[in-house]
C-alpha cells in the first residue's frame, strides 16, 4: 500500500507562516508530479501549487509570491512553504503525487487525507 501523509497545518494568525510537509511511503516505483490543493467549505478543489520530477513549478495565481512548493526526491516528499497568510487561504490543503508503484506500474493519482490550515484576522 501506498499513502501520502500531511503534517504541519494549524491555527495561525494573518501574516503568519506555515509549512506544509507530504511524505509519500509505501512500494513506490516512481513520483512524477506532485502538488498541492486546497478546499474551503462550500467550495471546489482547486490547485495551489504543483511541481514536477524536473522542479518546475508552477503555482495558482492567489499564491503567487507568498507560497513556494518544492520537493525532495529522495525522501519521496513534498513542502509547500506559505507565507504572508490570510483568512482566504484557509481550507484543508491536500497533498497530490502522480505515482507508480512496483505492484502496479500504472500512473495513479493519490491523494492525501489533508491536513486543516486556519488563518484568522
Known amino acids: 500500500q501506498v499513502q501520502l501523509v500531511e503534517s504541519g497545518g494549524g491555527s495561525v494568525q494573518a501574516g503568519g507562516s506555515l509549512r506544509l510537509s507530504c511524505v509519500a511511503s509505501g512500494r513506490i516505483r516512481s513520483i512524477s508530479g506532485m502538488g498541492w490543493y486546497r478546499q474551503a467549505p462550500g467550495k471546489q478543489r482547486e490547485l495551489v501549487a504543483s511541481?514536477?520530477?524536473?522542479?518546475?513549478?508552477t503555482y495558482a495565481d492567489s499564491v503567487k509570491g507568498r507560497f513556494a512548493i518544492s520537493r525532495d526526491n529522495a525522501k519521496n516528499a513534498v513542502y509547500l512553504q506559505m507565507n504572508s497568510l490570510n483568512p482566504e487561504d484557509t481550507a484543508v490543503y491536500y497533498c497530490?503525487?502522480?505515482?507508480?508503484?512496483?505492484?502496479?506500474?500504472?500512473?495513479?493519482?493519490?491523494w492525501g487525507q489533508g491536513t486543516q490550515v486556519t488563518v484568522s484576522s
Open positions: 511541481i514536477t520530477s524536473e522542479s518546475s513549478t
Open positions: 497530490n503525487a502522480v505515482v507508480k508503484t512496483w505492484a502496479y506500474l500504472s500512473n495513479t493519482n493519490m
